[in-house]
T-cell receptor
């Protein structure tokens, strides 16, 4: 069990640029989640995948955000035309199967800073 | 609305003292409940979970939590705190087919030597 891996750990970019983050879940986990955590707050749900299908998106996920999980393995989260308000920690989690009783395992996150 | 409340933003305890972190949830039924811990710049580590059955659940690192349906609470406890327990603690629940987690705002624990 190598855990959930996220890359990069830190990203600094100028406002208006596009950024992409990657998440590699635990290998046998078919569910993958993205959360956003701002300073002093708990993580907030953004979206999740069951295998390669994106099944739910939060209203927090504006049309500048897009997430993919081709082939049901790793996932990417892209933010286009970044804004100051996008500065946050982006966390990825994975779980084995569905059901609310399956605990989610988190990666160390990607911290995004918008200049 | 579904929500999790952690009323204590910051708690300071002495090493060796006991600890209790409070968590209350608002949901129409009994959700699945979790406690996570986050060290600075790190992701979240699962401490323990409650799904059903025994209302006192044991977790890692000597933590335990008690589910009280009548109070909609799921408080985290540890009999003797170690300096390495200093971190941010989040209570969360999950519901529905998405199993997405709803988190509280967290409690920052400081441990004095």
């Amino acid at each position: 069990d190598t855990g959930v891996s996220q890359d990069p750990r830190h990203k600094i970019t100028k406002r208006g640029q596009n950024v992409t983050f990657r998440c590699d879940p635990i290998s046998e986990h078919n569910r993958l989640y993205w959360y956003r955590q701002t300073l002093g707050q708990g993580p907030e749900f953004l979206t999740y995948f069951q295998n390669e299908a994106q099944l739910e998106k939060s209203r927090l996920l504006s049309d500048r955000f897009s997430a993919e999980r081709p082939k049901g393995s790793f996932s990417t989260l892209e933010i286009q035309r970044t804004e100051q308000g996008d500065s946050a920690m982006y966390l990825c989690a994975s779980s084995l199967g569905g059901g609310s009783n399956q605990p989610q395992h988190f990666g160390d996150g990607t911290r995004l800073s918008i200049l | 609305a579904q929500s999790v409340t952690q009323p204590d933003i910051h708690i300071t305890v002495s090493e060796g003292a006991s600890l209790e972190l409070r968590c209350n949830y608002s949901y129409g039924a009994t959700p699945y409940l979790f406690w996570y811990v986050q060290s600075p710049g790190q992701g979240l580590q699962l401490l323990l979970k409650y799904f059903s059955g025994d209302t006192l659940v044991q977790g890692i690192k000597g933590f335990e939590a008690e589910f009280k349906r009548s109070q909609s609470s799921f408080n985290l406890r540890k009999p003797s705190v170690h300096w390495s327990d200093a971190a941010e603690y989040f209570c969360a629940f999950s519901t529905g087919t998405a199993s997405k987690l709803t988190f509280g705002t967290g409690t920052r624990l400081q441990v004095t030597l």
